[in-house]
């Protein structure tokens, strides 16, 4: 199935893609099928700058599974983080 | 007998004249056929879609893939260029629409046109193919086939980013005989979307076929990823040889 189902989140910061590194400006997160993961439905991240154009991406498709692993992992972090190092959500 | 093809990148007048790129794939026989507009899938203008054009060339019919994120995306990989598109929240129908009938009109204007044109489309394609055949002035698509496309019936899930509307409402004004495949395990389309699609239809006298694989979800028509199911895939191509063969035989 295709879910359709996605989330756009801005962002700032950096990622490194195929011309070097970038600001980032948008996150974009969905459920759905995979270009290249040999999986049927993985969680895609597309961290972007739409402002720079298409190819100004960095892309992940995640197991489903991981991603949820990687997402706690990024919150325990953040949760874990000295006070004062992380601005209050 | 000349079983060659050609295959090769052109650039068309798309929705509003706009110059797009498109995938052109025809018969060098000169004898006069049926051509195909196939609709790319929500990932883009990609190599699958255009082996399918080569696949309708081989099989005798011109057939031309616009690419619907030209516009949006020039030059840009398919890939990078859908992910762009799907944070845009995907394209208008309008626009859809109108480069369908530009690509129909392109493929009319060819010499070897025998003035009959079909449409394809897979997953967010098939629901465009509907969409087309409902919009498109008659006469414009001869034939027009829904490969599992969702969200024809039902709209897309509330707050989901896309533009995915129910079309259920222009049903009435579809205007060239229809062929559904679907997959039975499939949720977007589920069987009940399905079912209510072809009560639809029944009730409106337009004239329809559809065909449900036990076995099978979305996408089983796609040969790189794991839900590909070879025996749907082989019965489905055959349905559309057949329908093809009915609606766009000169």
Known sequence: MCTYSTANVPISG??????????????????????DAPA????????????RGAAARVAVELDPAAAREVAEAILAMLDAAPPGLVEPA | MNDAIQAETTMIAGAGADQIQAYFARPLDPTPRGGVVLIHHLPGYDQLTKEMARTFAVNGYQAIVPNLYWRDAPDASPDDAAAFVRGQGGIADERLVGDVGAAAAFLRGQPASNGKVGVIGHCSGGRQVVLSACDLPAGTLDAAVDCYGAFVILSGPEGSGMRATSIKDKLANLNAPLLGLFGADDKFP???????????LTELGKPYEFHSYEGAGHAFFATDRPSY????????WQRIWDFYGRHLSA
């Open chain 1, 14 to 35: 950096s990622g490194k893609g195929t011309a070097g590194w970038f600001p980032l400006t948008a996150a974009t997160v969905y459920l759905d099928h995979p270009v």
């Open chain 1, 40 to 51: 049927e439905h993985t969680l895609n991240i597309d961290f972007r700058n739409p402002d």
């Open chain 2, 190 to 200: 589920a069987p009940a979307e399905v079912a209510e699609f072809e009560k639809s």
């Open chain 2, 229 to 236: 199911r070879p025996e749907a895939a082989k019965d489905g």
